[in-house]
Every structure is written in structure tokens, then in C-alpha cells.
């Protein structure tokens, strides 16, 4: 590999790195954020669904944008507003100032999460073995690192803007820095990768998806539900773990708070050896044994008699969870190498779509019926995964150039739920 790879591919992980963090600040702080500005109950649901809804509008622009700009360039200009974003949710103090603040964010998050996997799959490509994983394992530290400060912003009674930012002045001027380093424009062979001097996006990425924008659609399908699924299993543990341990297995309001920091952990750690497992026994194994585990953990949440076998299923979610995101996105790549950059802005945003599905669907089951009954749901949307595991196939190198290929039939019928 060469220094502009490496150099490349660290400056990205930075980049993941400083996501997680911001995100992790924004959504541990929604109490502060309600209090500070008097966000009503009834009014605070309708704040928190418009940022994966506007996320997802950024995600549909940034597949408009990407036909003209360098993903590196959106990247390197939609972090910055994240980051500021993020210190003027700290700094207003009326609606109409969250409003605005919260909007930016949401359109800007959209792009930055799919310039983000755009990079890191070209990336993967250049390098010839999985690191995707590698990426999202520094998204996983970030967010363990903005929890942490959080804890501590609210432990000292710290206001919004005085926790904001002294991490906005870190992470603002380093991102723009390291942002020199990005890497995009990988040439078809695999092996060279235009930088600095900010090369173009794969030459076919436009004309592909002009040429058949309905057949791009119907084989990205399964990949568009498997992150569907992953983000329903995800935004269940975020957004219910606390109240699951504390109303149904009786634990402690302390205690109610580890479950979803053991989860975060165990995403990181799965992660961080999740390539290996990927370059050893390849996707789909991978994809499937994180399916089983995390449909394993489910079940163990469901039945738990008390608060600490709670905790092992949530432990158990963390590990099987987190391998499939990052290679829901390296199966897109592979599966449209030549319009790699559109095929993952579209996927991004079922990132949305789960989480914005998730949280209501637990609640409402949880209400309509029981809280135990409810983990069933995501557990079985989880295990549907393995339907699809096939789409996550390379085909052997029938090509002499020492490179896989998309396994294209088996993708068209996964999606039609084979």
C-alpha cells in the first residue's frame, strides 16, 4: 500500500471517529436539549424524527451531488457544518433557533454519512481486503468517547455550550486538516487511487445509474432491508434498554443506564476484529453468524429472568449488530463497482429508515401487548438477514486480474426474498 492510501485511510477513521463523537454528544444531551429550550413531550418527538428525515434528504441529494463532486469534497465541507450544527443546538435558546440548528444538522449528517461510506468502500477497493469494519469500529470509539463527555457535561451540571465547545474547537480544526488526506477516485483496476490532487469519481458512476436506475433499485433491495433491519435492532437498544431493564427486569436507574454502554463497547470490539473474520472466512459467513448472534441476543432480552441476564442479551446484540452495516455498504460497492458512490447514498438512507421504524414500533408493541413480546419482533427481522446473507457473495476472480466480482445472480434472487 502506498503512503497516499494509508494516509487516506487514516484520515477517514478520524472522520468516523469524529462523527460518532458528535452524534454521541447530541443524542445523550436530548433531556438537557428539551429543558434548555422547553420543548414540550408532545412536541419532542417531532424534533427527533426531523433529523434522520432531513438526514435522509441530504443522503438523496449527496447521490445528486456525487454525479459533479468528489464525495472527499462533501466530506470535507458537510463535517465542518456538523460539527457547528452541533455548538448552535448548544448555544440558542428558542425553538426557532433549535429548529434551525437541528435542520442543518439532520441535511448535513445525510451527506456526511454517505461521503463518509462512499470513501471508505473506494478505499476497500484500493487496499483489496475488508476494512470497512475497521472504519466503523472508530465510529464506535468516537461515540463511546462522546457518551463519556456527555456523562461528564451533565455530571458537573455543564451547560450545552460549555460541554460543546471545547470538543468543537478539537475536532472542527482537525477534521479540516486531515481532510487534505482523503482519497477517492479509485481507478477500475482496484489498485490506484487518485488523491490530494482530488480525483474524479468512478468514471461509470453517473452514466450507470442514468442507464438503469430501476434495475440499481431492485438489486439493491436486500441490501436496503438488511439495513433496515440492523437499524431497527440498533435504534431498539438506544432507545429502550434503559427502560427495559428498569420497568421489566427491575433493575436500578443506575444500573438501567450500563446496558447500552456495554452495547456500544461490544460494537466496537466486534468491529475491531470484524475484518479479520471477513478476510478469513469472508462476508457471508460474517453476515450470518452477526445475524444469529444478534437474534440470540434478542431472545436472551426476552426471556431474561433478572437485570444481569438482561445484560448478557444486550451484550450479545453489541457483538452480532455491528458486522452488518458496514458490509451492507462493501456489498453495494462491490455489487455496483462502477456506481458504487450512487448505490450507497441510496442505501444510507434506510440507515434512516430503521431508526426512524424502530423506536415507535417497539413502543407501541410494547403497549399494545408487553415489552417482552416486543423484542421478539426486531430478534425475527434481525434473523432475516440470513435470507439475504448470499447478496453479501463475491464470485470467485474468473477474470485473470486477481479480483472479485459481484455475485449479480444471486443478488436478484435475494431481493426476490430468496
Not at 470484524?274 to 472466512?281: E, L, M, Q, T
Request: one cysteine or more; a positive charge.
Amino acid at each position: 500500500m502506498t503512503d497516499v492510501l494509508r494516509r487516506g485511510r487514516a484520515s477517514l477513521a478520524f472522520s468516523f471517529f469524529a462523527q460518532g463523537a458528535t452524534f454521541a454528544l447530541l443524542v445523550t444531551r436530548i433531556p438537557a436539549i428539551q429543558d434548555r429550550y422547553g420543548v414540550s413531550d408532545a412536541l419532542l418527538p417531532a424534533f427527533l424524527a426531523a433529523v434522520p428525515i432531513l438526514a435522509g434528504v441530504g443522503s438523496v441529494t449527496t447521490e445528486q451531488l456525487v454525479k459533479r463532486i468528489r464525495p472527499s469534497r462533501l466530506l470535507r465541507w458537510s463535517q465542518p457544518v456538523v460539527l457547528l450544527a452541533l455548538l448552535g443546538v448548544g448555544s440558542g435558546d428558542r425553538l426557532v433557533e433549535l429548529a434551525v440548528a437541528l435542520g442543518a444538522f439532520g441535511l448535513a449528517v445525510g451527506a456526511l454519512d454517505a461521503s463518509m461510506n462512499m470513501l471508505g468502500v473506494s478505499l476497500q477497493r484500493a487496499y483489496g481486503r475488508s476494512i470497512m469494519l475497521g472504519f466503523h469500529a472508530t465510529y464506535s470509539l468516537g461515540g463511546i468517547v462522546g457518551a463519556s463527555l456527555a456523562w461528564v457535561g451533565a455530571h458537573w451540571h455543564l451547560s450545552l455550550f460549555v460541554s460543546y465547545l471545547p470538543v468543537v474547537l478539537v475536532l472542527l480544526p482537525a477534521a479540516f486538516v486531515g481532510s487534505r488526506w482523503y482519497v477517492d477516485g479509485v481507478a477500475a483496476s482496484g489498485l490506484e487511487a487518485d488523491a490530494g490532487t482530488g480525483g474524479d469519481v468512478d468514471a461509470g458512476a453517473g452514466k450507470g445509474q442514468a442507464e438503469s436506475g430501476a434495475l440499481v433499485f431492485r438489486l439493491l433491495l436486500p441490501l436496503c432491508l438488511v439495513m433496515t433491519f440492523a437499524y431497527i435492532g440498533d435504534s431498539t437498544v438506544s432507545n429502550w434498554s434503559a427502560k427495559y431493564l428498569q420497568d421489566v427486569l427491575g433493575s436500578s436507574e443506575q444500573l438501567a443506564t450500563v446496558p447500552y454502554n456495554v452495547y456500544m463497547v461490544m460494537t466496537l470490539v466486534g468491529r475491531a476484529v470484524g475484518d479479520f473474520g471477513v478476510r478469513r472466512f469472508g462476508a457471508v459467513a460474517v453476515v450470518r453468524l452477526g445475524a444469529v448472534v444478534a437474534a440470540l441476543g434478542f431472545a436472551v432480552v426476552a426471556v431474561a429472568p433478572g437485570a444481569w441476564v438482561g445484560m448478557l442479551g444486550f451484550t450479545l446484540l453489541g457483538l452480532g449488530l455491528c458486522v452488518l452495516v458496514p458490509q451492507t455498504f462493501a456489498a453495494a460497492g462491490r455489487l455496483f463497482p462502477g456506481a458504487s458512490d450512487a448505490a450507497i447514498a441510496r442505501l444510507n438512507i434506510f440507515n434512516y429508515v430503521g431508526f426512524l421504524i424502530g423506536s415507535p414500533l417497539v413502543g407501541a408493541l410494547g403497549d399494545a401487548w408487553n415489552y417482552r413480546g416486543a423484542m421478539l419482533v426486531p430478534m425475527v427481522l434481525v434473523l432475516a438477514t440470513l435470507g439475504y446473507a448470499r447478496s453479501f457473495a463475491p464470485e470467485p476472480d474468473r477474470y485473470g486480474d486477481g479480483h472479485e466480482r459481484p455475485r449479480t445472480a444471486d443478488v436478484g434472487r435475494g431481493s426476490n426474498g430468496l
